[in-house]
Every structure is written in structure tokens, then in C-alpha cells.
């Protein structure tokens, strides 16, 4: 199976940007994302990324994936107080007979100071 | 966009009693979903995967009879946790993914359980 690593805690200063890692194992997998969940709360699908593609951008965000290192990160630019929150790394495969599980990461803190 | 529905929110019950929680797709048909725990300040742990008219497929250590998966509907999955104890005490969230071209996977916002 899969294996997914993250960082477990960043701290950051509001308007700087924080970038969280992760690494993983199955380079089959097709599909990467990145969830926020923010305290007693469920997961926000945030972004992700196909296998083929090395970025992504969304306003804030910037997802970079280095294929041969099986590295994965996301950027968020001008950070603010609400983005505290946990961030989960998840990587998961497409199937035409349906979809597959996602294996998360153990999820990475950020803390925004402000 | 796709919204994933859990009730209740949260539940609180005496041991050895049992607990159903229900994950809907709102605005979508979901021909699987999946049901995950997480415990404190853990990650998320795949339980089972949801199949509409058939049979829940468990993951190894999680205990078919314990934890009930019935999905009823292409909108609708349910999962009973019976017999309760204070160790099943977690937060329970289901996903789904719409559509057949859909790779994206949207996630309910979480039943916690506390079992007394």
C-alpha cells in the first residue's frame, strides 16, 4: 500500500507564505490532493493535482509535484490567521469501475502568528 | 458544488448501546463511498469502502459485524456501530465521489462519537 509523510507542524508569520511538504510512495498513484481541516471541523478539499501535471496554481496556492522524487508540496502565498488549520496530503488511484480510497498523510499543523 | 451530508454531527451514548450514522450526497449520486475514522490528532484511516447495492468492503482489522455498512441508495450510505464502547469513541467521516469522470473525492463534515 501506500504511504504518505508530512511535517507535523509549521508556524508561519501572516503575510508570509508557508509551504508544507510531502512525500509518498506509490508512484502509481494518479491523483494528489490537499485537504485543510480546521479544528472539530471535516475536510476541505483544497486542490489537486493529476500525476502528469508539475503545477498547479489556484489564487493563493501553488501545488508543485516532483514526479522522480515522489515530492509533493503546497504553497500558500500572503498566509493569513485563518489558514490555521490542519493540512492533510492524500494520494489516490482512478479506476474506470469506480473510485479508489485516498491514503492521507499523518497531516501537517500550521500555526499563523500573527 | 458537490456537498456531502453527515448526521448527526455529533452523539453521545452509553456503552453497549448502538449507533447509525448517515452520509448523504446532496446534489450528487455516489455509486461508492467511503467511510473513515480519525482519532485525535491522528490522520484519516480508511474503515470500508461503500458499494450502492452490495456488499461493504472492509479494510484488514476492522470488524464487519461491529461496524455496519449499508448502502441503501445511490445517495445514501449508513454506518452502525454496534455494541458500542469507549474505545470506538472517534470522529467518523464519510466521502463520495460524483460521476463517473470525477477524481475529485468530497468528505462529509464528521460524526463524533462518544461512547460513556
Known amino acids: 500500500g501506500e504511504d504518505v509523510e508530512q511535517s507535523l507542524f509549521l508556524s508561519v508569520r501572516e503575510g508570509d507564505s508557508s509551504v508544507i511538504n510531502c512525500t509518498y510512495t506509490?508512484?502509481?498513484?494518479?491523483?494528489l490532493y490537499w485537504y485543510k481541516q480546521e479544528p472539530g471541523a471535516g475536510l476541505q478539499l483544497l486542490t489537486y493535482?493529476?500525476?502528469?501535471?508539475d503545477m498547479k496554481q489556484d489564487q493563493r496556492l501553488t501545488v508543485l509535484l516532483n514526479k522522480k522524487d515522489k515530492h509533493l508540496s503546497l504553497r500558500i502565498a500572503d498566509t493569513q490567521t485563518g489558514d490555521s488549520a490542519i493540512y492533510f496530503c492524500?494520494?489516490?488511484?482512478?479506476?474506470?469501475?469506480?473510485?479508489?480510497?485516498?491514503?492521507f498523510g499523518s497531516g501537517t499543523r500550521l500555526q499563523v502568528q500573527p | 458544488g458537490a456537498v456531502v451530508s453527515q448526521h448527526p454531527s455529533w452523539v453521545i451514548c452509553k456503552s453497549g448501546t448502538s449507533v447509525k450514522i448517515e452520509c448523504r450526497s446532496l446534489?450528487?449520486?455516489?455509486?461508492?463511498m467511503f467511510w473513515y475514522r480519525q482519532f485525535p490528532k491522528q490522520s484519516l484511516m480508511l474503515m470500508a469502502t461503500?458499494?450502492?447495492?452490495?456488499?461493504?468492503?472492509?479494510e484488514q482489522g476492522v470488524e464487519k459485524d461491529k461496524f455496519l455498512i449499508n448502502h441503501a441508495s445511490l445517495t445514501l450510505s449508513t454506518l452502525t456501530v454496534t455494541s458500542a464502547h469507549p474505545e470506538d469513541s472517534s470522529f467518523y467521516i464519510c466521502?463520495?465521489?460524483?460521476?463517473?469522470?470525477?477524481?475529485?473525492?468530497?468528505f462529509g463534515p464528521g460524526t463524533r462519537l462518544l461512547v460513556l
Open positions: 466521502s463520495a465521489s460524483p460521476g463517473p469522470r470525477q477524481e475529485t473525492q468530497y
Open positions: 506509490d508512484s502509481s498513484s494518479t491523483y
Open positions: 493535482i493529476f500525476s502528469n501535471m
Open positions: 492524500a494520494g489516490g488511484r482512478g479506476g474506470a469501475t469506480g473510485r479508489r480510497a485516498l491514503t
Open positions: 446534489d450528487f449520486q455516489a455509486t461508492t
Open positions: 461503500s458499494n450502492e447495492g452490495s456488499k461493504a468492503t472492509y
